[in-house]
């Protein structure tokens, strides 16, 4: 018996470390789990009901046992002056000569910083503990980690004001103060982009009101099919343009997808996987 128990734990141990150590990525290729294509309604609620969390920031949670799909929004009011933006990494961090720093999940990120709401952010690469971000992470408007041509972001100013940037350019910090790589913009000037194979899987995005005042943020459940199935990218953009997003992009999604309010994780499954890049807001104190 108690071999048996070691060698479970050896194998628990051995598949946390493939899982932890896998490097972040985005595919367009067709997705053949879900052979079916949902309605708008299926996952656009003809109202979105939101909860107050604190001053400036809300709440939507949806689900719909029928599909069935799982997802969260926050609505967050940029303009608050209860409200103040942290990351990671940020001047504190330590990194070595070739980038990487030692990495934390979503979930450590918001406890240590007392976060009212937080979630993951940019793509990475590295193993174990040890990542590196692949795209920009622009703090206190000092660049920590380059831009990506290739990859979209979103950057905020500290006048209340964030902006969707489609793609990645060294010249951000002359207009913003704090900025975040992510994937692709799903949503342009309020029309939805279409050309992303139809894969159902967990996102992550964010997406910003016409005047930049208002941040969205969308986080889809998808790691527990039996549960929620995920969304594809057109379907996000659809949701957030029904929420009043005039521009949204999606950030690292998959096995990375995590949204916390009040430090604690809000999705129906544990996430696991050391992140390279967390955003969030506090409460000023």
């Keep these: ?132 971000i692949v795209g920009v992470h622009l703090y206190n408007k000092t660049m920590l980690s380059p831009t990506n041509s290739g990859y979209a972001a979103i950057a905020f100013s500290k006048d209340g004001r964030a902006e969707v940037i489609k793609n990645q350019t060294p010249d951000l910090s002359k207009n913003f103060d704090f900025a975040f790589g992510g994937f692709f913009v799903v949503l342009e000037n309020d029309e939805v982009i279409y050309s992303f194979a139809n894969i159902y899987d967990s996102r992550c995005g964010a997406g910003v009101s016409k005047d930049g005042k208002t941040l969205y943020l969308l986080v889809v459940e998808g790691e527990r099919k039996s549960r929620s199935i995920g969304l594809t990218y057109p379907q996000c953009a659809k949701i957030f343009s029904a929420m009043g997003c005039s521009n949204a992009l999606e950030l690292d999604g998959g096995g990375s997808t995590e949204l916390c309010i009040n430090g604690k994780s809000v999705l129906n499954y544990p996430t696991l996987r050391i992140q390279a890049s967390c955003f969030g807001f506090k409460e000023k104190e």
């Excluded at 493939?18 to 490097?23: A, G």
């Excluded at 001047?91 to 000569?97: D, F, L």
């Excluded at 952010?121 to 590196?132: C, Q, S, T, W, Y």
């Design 1 to 132: 018996m108690k071999k048996s128990g070691l060698s479970f734990k050896l194998f628990f141990l051995a598949a946390f470390l493939v899982f932890c150590s896998v490097s972040c990525a985005t595919k367009n290729v067709s997705n053949n789990d879900v052979p079916f294509t949902l309605k708008d309604s299926d996952f656009i609620p003809s109202d979105f009901l939101w909860e107050p969390v604190t001053a400036g920031v809300e709440r939507f949670d949806f689900e719909n046992s029928a599909v069935p799909l799982v997802y969260h929004a926050v609505k967050i009011d940029l303009d608050n002056p209860n409200l103040e933006l942290v990351c990671f990494p940020d001047s504190k961090t330590k990194t070595n000569s070739t980038g990487f720093f030692k990495g934390q999940k979503t979930s450590t990120f918001a406890k240590k910083n007392k976060c009212v709401v937080a979630v993951n952010a940019a793509p990475f690469e590295g193993k174990l503990v040890m990542k590196r």
